[in-house]
DNA sequence: GGTTTTTTTAAGCCAATTTTAAGTTTCAGC
DNA sequence: GCTGAAACTTAAAATTGGCTTAAAAAAACC
């Protein structure tokens, strides 16, 4: 599990860095808000601990940063306030918890694995490259731009991609998408994998089913 | 929203579940920890409350069980207890808040609010763009005007606004809303969605509302 | 108990999706 | 390079599903 804290107090921050990796956490470190946010887009975290008061960019706009490009990570806020105003406020930025200081490293500790567990759990998304598909909200999307499909088109893509790396037959895909169960000498596969391949190529995300001839299709990561 | 309530005293389960559903909630009751457990791994809820001290499995237990099978569901518990060990007792086990033996009535609606608003998404508020949504009072604003709604479309609003940004299918607003939950053809959700895109549409709040054809609706900010 | 408001049902219409079908292009093997 | 099979593209037909309306049923209010 991988953690970014983003905070500026040296103190605090080691002793983070400390208790945590104690636990068996990887943890970076960043002293102000925007380095924190570079490292928040250019790497990937399972959790980020951020401190509401920073420099250069406060706490709340990095994380309604974060949001804004489409991430879900879970983040926690530390903060000296804890009027309901101001918790409402981090909630509605995008935070996931807050925990004010002073706190119980302890309490910490269980707050970060009730994180970790919700969303680990709650995140069933399917994944090609760049490209994610949200089979509980029938969502697609490439990069940060959502891709809007039909039921069909959804359902095609989605098994092309929980098959992905392995050739996808087309009587495997008519009878997955279509429930077909007998030969017909149909072209819908034809049709809706143009379908597709326009959409997804206007989204920027060309190339991505290849043809395997006589066979099928296939969808390669890389 | 629905919620279930798992409570052995009668009084209690009582006091909450019609005050709740005074406030618009669907409200379902267990009496003991097996057939809560069962409730709860059978239907799909917004937040669940449970005592501590239930009869057949105790409430630790249902909320390990719960948790085991994956779910991310809020739990709030309710206990006489309140040491700091019992309080990260609650949350290993996988409970998101506790609440205090006596309690005020306004203070559990309060948590349960929060609850409903972080898990939900990060940056969830009830508001979408400058629609503004107070489940307290059950007012709906734009920008400076009221929008009556009937009970049923504010929750049928409220769940969408809740949702925002991603696709509330048909199913889950059957459920949720309405708490139905077997298969019917009804035709409720698309009246009441031309009720309320009708009343939003004169209040100057057109085309929150889209369609998302073969799976149900979505509100986008923008 | 009657009146008003809210909720649900049902039916026809229209638009988006899905399928069919036909013409065009690409590719592998000769 | 030729040829035939497979895949691609396009347009039009068929189907499905959502929207709207009106009226019936249920609930809330006096």
Redesign the pocket.
Known sequence: MRLLIIEDEPGIAGFLKDGLEEEYFAVDVAYDGKSGLDHAMTNEYDLIIIDWMIPVISGIEVCRQIRKSGSVVPIMFLTAKDTLEDVLFGLEAGANDYIKKPFAFEELLARIRVQLRSKHQGDDSLRAGHLNINPGTHQVFYETSEITL????FALLEYLVRNKEKVCT?SRIIEHV?DIHFD?D???I?????FL??KLEHAGCGNLIQ??????YIIRES
Chains 1, 2 share one sequence.
């Open positions: 039909t039921p069909k088109e087309r279509w017909s149909t072209s819908v034809d049709v809706y994998i143009t391949r326009r043809t395997i001839r006589g066979v099928g």
